[in-house]
C-alpha cells in the first residue's frame, strides 16, 4: 500500500448481522486472489500511514496451544499435517491465547501484509476486506506476474480502514486478522467495542505495532510483543492451519536471507541509499529508515545497506524532506516506494529529479540509479520479491544487475538470474508441489 499516506474510505453500514461466534478466549481482550469478497467500501477517511465443539475420532475435543518464539523455530497449531479437525488454539500478543473450534473460513483484513499471507497460503479468495483497495490490488497484481497460477482479484472487497463496529457485524467474518490495540486507535472504536466484535462476531488475531516497534496503546502497551514478519506470518499460518505451506515459504525466505548475506560486499565497498515515497502534490518526499527496526525494513535491513541519513537527528524515520535535504544526505541509490504500481509514474520521477536544478545534483539521480520498490507494508511474497529486486539494485555485481524498469509487472527472470525459485513458491501456494 502505499504506505501511510493513502486515502481510504469507509461505509459505515449499519447492517447487525450476528453469527455463531468462534470462541475467543483471550484474557487480555475480556479482563482488562479471487474474487471472494462481500461488499465493498466507500467514505471519507485520509491516513498519514455458543460454539459447536468439533470432535476428532470420537475422543472429544482436543486444544492444542501454539507459542511460536523465532524465525527457525515456529511451531503450528496441528500436529497431524493441515487443516486437521477438533478445537485449537494460537497465542500471540496481544490477544493472547486464542481458541478456534474450526478453521476460519471468511477472513477480514485491515493492513495488507494479512490479506498477503493468507493469498500465500492459498486463501486470498476467501478474503473480504483490505485497506486501498485499488492500491493493493494494483500492487499484488505486479508481485504475483512471476508466479504462475497465483493471482487475486480484491477489487470487490471492503475498504477496511477505520472500519465501524456495524460494518464488521454485516461483513460476519470468521477471523478478524488484525491488531485489536491499532484498532482502538482508529477513532470510531472504544475498547468496549473491540471486545464486543470479537466476542460476537470473531477473535482479533493480529499485531500491527510490529511493523516500527512502536508504543500500543493503554491498556496493551504492558503485554505487548514485537514478531518478524515471518513470525507473525507463522501465528496466521497456525491459525488457518496452514503448516506445510508455511514452512515451505520460509525456507524460501531463509535461503535467499543466507545468500544475500554470503554475497554481501564489505561495508566500505556499499553504496548510501535512501528509501522515499514521493509526494503526488508537490516537490517533497517522505523519508523511510532502511536499517530500523520492525517489518517494515524487513526488504531492506538484510541487504545491510549504508542508510544516508543515518547521521541525520534531524531527519527521522518518516520526516518530510524536501529537495535540498536530499542533496545533502547525497544518497548513491534511491529507492522509491510505491514505484511498481499505477499511483507513480517511475519514468516521470525520474524525468522530474533529473531536471531539477538541485535533485539532479545528487549522486543518485547523476549515475541512473533511482529504482523502484514495492512498499513497506509487506507479507511474505513482497518481502521475498523485494529482497531479491534490492540485492540486485544495490550489488549489480555481486547479484546480477537489476533490469531496466518503466512500468507494468515484477520482471519475468530467467530462472538462473532468480535469487529465490519463484516456480518452487508458486507450485507451493497453488498447492502442484
Known amino acids: 500500500m502505499a504506505d501511510e499516506r493513502v486515502p481510504t474510505n469507509d461505509e459505515g453500514d449499519t447492517g447487525l448481522t450476528r453469527r455463531a461466534w468462534i470462541a475467543n478466549g483471550t484474557a487480555l481482550l475480556g479482563g482488562g486472489l479471487l474474487a471472494g469478497c462481500l461488499s465493498s467500501g466507500g467514505g471519507t477517511d485520509t491516513r498519514p500511514e455458543g460454539a459447536d465443539t468439533q470432535t476428532g475420532g470420537g475422543e472429544g475435543p482436543t486444544t492444542e496451544t501454539v507459542t511460536p518464539t523465532d524465525d527457525a523455530s515456529i511451531q503450528t497449531a496441528q500436529q497431524d499435517g493441515d487443516g486437521g479437525s477438533g478445537e485449537y488454539a494460537v497465542s500471540m500478543a496481544p490477544m493472547g491465547e486464542v481458541t478456534f473450534q474450526e478453521v476460519p473460513e471468511d ?35 505486479a508481485i504475483t506476474a512471476p508466479l504462475d497460477g497465483v493471482s487475486v482479484d480484491w477489487s470487490n472487497c471492503y475498504d477496511s480502514w477505520n472500519p465501524s463496529p456495524e460494518k464488521l457485524y454485516d461483513l460476519n467474518s470468521d477471523v478478524h486478522l488484525a491488531d485489536p490495540a491499532h484498532v482502538v486507535t482508529m477513532g470510531k472504536w472504544e475498547r468496549a467495542d473491540v471486545v464486543e466484535i470479537g466476542e460476537r462476531v470473531a477473535p482479533w488475531f493480529g499485531n500491527k505495532f510490529s511493523a516500527e516497534h512502536g508504543t500500543p496503546p493503554e491498556p496493551y502497551a504492558d503485554s505487548y510483543e514485537y514478531y518478524t514478519l515471518w513470525e507473525t506470518f507463522g501465528h496466521v499460518a497456525a491459525v488457518l492451519r496452514e503448516r506445510e505451506r508455511y514452512e515451505a515459504l520460509r525456507r524460501e525466505h531463509e535461503a535467499i536471507v543466507s545468500t544475500i548475506r554470503d554475497g554481501l560486499p564489505p561495508e566500505s565497498e556499499r553504496p548510501t541509499v535512501t528509501m522515499v515515497l514521493p509526494s503526488t502534490s508537490d516537490d517533497t518526499m517522505w523519508v523511510y529508515d532502511v536499517n530500523g527496526p520492525g517489518y517494515h525494513a524487513a526488504h531492506t535491513r538484510p541487504l545491510g545497506a549504508v542508510d544516508a541519513f543515518a547521521d541525520d537527528d534531524a531527519v527521522g524515520n518518516g520526516t518530510q524532506i524536501d529537495y535540498e535535504e536530499l542533496l545533502d544526505a547525497d544518497p548513491d541509490v534511491l529507492v522509491i516506494l510505491g514505484g511498481i504500481v ?53 550489488y549489480p555485481e555481486q547479484f ?15 530462472s538462473d538470474e532468480q535469487l529465490f525459485d519463484h516456480q518452487r513458491v508458486a507450485e507451493t501456494i497453488t498447492g502442484d508441489r
Open 107 to 141: 477472513i477480514f483484513t485491515i493492513m495488507s501484509p494479512y490479506a498477503e499471507m493468507a493469498l500465500a497460503l492459498n486463501r486470498g479468495e476467501d478474503v473480504n476486506a483490505v485497506y486501498a483497495v485499488e492500491y493493493t490490488n494494483s500492487l499484488m497484481d
Open 342 to 394: 499505477d499511483a507513480h509514474d517511475m519514468p516521470a520521477i525520474r524525468e522530474t529529479l533529473a531536471e531539477d536544478p538541485v535533485a539532479g545534483s545528487v549522486s543518485a539521480v547523476q549515475n541512473d540509479r533511482i529504482y523502484a520498490q514495492a512498499g513497506r507494508h509487506q507479507g511474505p511474497l513482497m518481502n521475498l520479491f523485494q529482497l531479491e529486486m534490492g540485492a540486485k539494485q544495490l
Open 400 to 414: 546480477g544487475a537489476w533490469p531496466g524498469y518503466e512500468s507494468g509487472p515484477y520482471p519475468d527472470l530467467p
